[in-house]
């Protein structure tokens, strides 16, 4: 029996596109926190490729912008790459959130807050507990409020007073009192925030230490469940 030509012809080109693709996820992978940027010579070094092959797989990657090259001639990760990770962020913060917003609502009566940074340099609120009264904090799943302003952006960017949380009064919403900390990740990068809102004549400035207290330690547990440390 003659071996099919076209079959052989499909198998080659199956196999020099798997090539591509795990030369392509070896070049990403030259990208670390303590690397975070290469040149062109030390990619093809870590990946053992030729300067020439390097060179056509990172300019296929930074057409599709997972890698993107620096005003010094270094490349880095490229923006496409950094909304996955957020994806892929987001996805474990929702996932991993449940009992300490819970405990948080049941500490405070109020409504329990989990918010990362979007994509336009805001702060989204990804996941809610709402308070059991009657009059409450309305749902805001879904939207962002600036970073700037906002116990929950202040939290997120790292701007918490020496007990490790932000409290605003009056800001997004008239009457509305927040209190945010901030969740750190493996490297102590901050990932995002826990917070608390409710209406200002029900939150006394006791109780904004009290509830800060509340969202530290919920945001400290949420940080070993997520990174084991």
């Known amino acids: 029996m003659q071996p099919d030509p076209m079959t052989d012809s499909r198998e080659t080109s199956d196999k020099s596109q798997v090539r591509s693709v795990t030369r392509a996820l070896e070049i990403l992978s030259c990208f670390t926190p303590d690397k975070p940027t290469a040149s062109l010579s030390e990619i093809a070094r870590k990946t053992g490729l030729a300067v020439t092959t390097a060179g056509r797989l990172i300019a296929t990657l930074e057409g599709a912008s997972f890698i993107r090259r620096h005003s010094d001639g270094e490349y880095g990760l490229g923006t496409q790459l950094l909304q996955f990770g957020l ?18 609502a049941a500490t405070s009566g109020e409504t329990a807050n989990l918010g990362v940074l979007n994509g336009d340099g805001g702060v989204m609120y990804l996941r809610q507990i709402e308070s059991r009264h009657a009059i409450r904090h309305a749902t805001w799943v879904g939207r962002s409020v600036p970073a700037v302003g906002t116990a929950i952006g202040a939290a997120i960017r790292g701007q918490v007073n020496g007990d490790g949380f932000a409290a605003t009064r009056f800001t997004i919403e008239p009457d509305v009192t927040a209190i945010a900390a901030p969740i750190y990740g493996a490297l102590g ?39 084991g440390n």
């Open 87 to 104: 994806t892929a962020l987001s996805t474990s913060l929702y996932q991993a959130a449940e009992p300490y917003l819970l405990a948080i």
């Open 189 to 227: 990068q901050i990932v995002g925030a826990l917070s608390v809102t409710g209406p200002t004549y029900r939150i006394s400035d006791q109780q904004i230490v009290e509830y800060g207290r509340c969202v530290v330690e919920q945001a400290g547990k949420m940080r070993i469940a997520l990174c």
